[in-house]
């Protein structure tokens, strides 16, 4: 259940390239099937996001007695991400009662949010704005979902910092920006990868901002084996509203034989 708004949506990302064969969406069926009325299921090329790879579509107009499943077949074509999105530009809201993905996947090749829940600091903390609700496994991007790190006025310098506590093979870094305000507070952040020597192996500047909620999406360099990851912004008096960082990579083999047993 999301709230109401232009261009509301739900998305499941797979861990990593997968074909798809079939998306099952059932429906709510107490009340309001109506409002999965329109919506677009889409095959997206990358991590929560990317190039469409194809779509379907729900019928425009669901009415209470339909279906309460829905089968969309996307014929064995490769994509990571699954979105359900509202594509009429009016303000809607979506309720979801299931959704299963059938095909293949390479299990060894699945990546997780190595990120999530490790150690964090940043270099100061106004409003409760902790570190580690910038790596809570939420892209909540407004304050009052309580998952958004604020760091102070007026200090010498602004960082944010992530311990992945061992090295680990990383492939992309997601940074997700405040929406409710203060958006252009990330404008121009440069992002610098360290290895376990505490070395810098590589850095990031990204020049202008990233769009209120929105993602900016840093592919590292092949075979890049990091263990921390710090967010920076240059100028004294500068203040950041991190709303996430997502590390995408994994452990290594021994790590990915444990989660399939």
Known sequence: HTNWGVGSW?????????????VYVWNRIDCCRDRI??????????????????????????????????????????????????TSGSNKLMSLAEVIVTGDIDESSVLRNVAVGKPSTQSSTCHGGVASRGNDGSIASSWH???????????????????????????????????????????????????????IIYTYNHSGGVERGGTAVIPMPANTRAQKIKMSL????????????????????????ILKQ
């Open 10 to 22: 739900w998305s499941v990302w797979l861990g990593t390239e997968a074909t798809v064969n079939m």
């Open 37 to 86: 009325g329109g919506v677009r299921v889409e095959l997206l090329k990358g991590i929560n996001g990317g190039e469409v790879v194809d779509f379907k579509d729900f019928p425009a107009s669901v009415v209470w007695n339909s279906l309460p499943m829905y089968a969309f077949d996307f014929e064995g074509q490769v994509g990571q991400t699954i979105r359900l999105r509202h």
């Open 145 to 199: 979902y309580g998952s958004v790190a604020h760091t102070c006025y007026n200090k010498p310098e602004t960082w944010w910092e992530v311990d992945l506590e061992q090295e680990s093979e990383v492939e992309e870094i997601h940074v997700t920006n405040r929406y409710d305000c203060c958006w252009d507070r990330m404008d121009d952040f440069i992002i610098e990868v360290f290895d376990f020597k505490g070395e």
């Open 234 to 257: 240059e100028g004294h008096g500068r203040v950041l509203n991190l709303a996430e960082l997502q590390v995408f990579g994994s452990y290594g083999t021994a790590d990915s034989k």
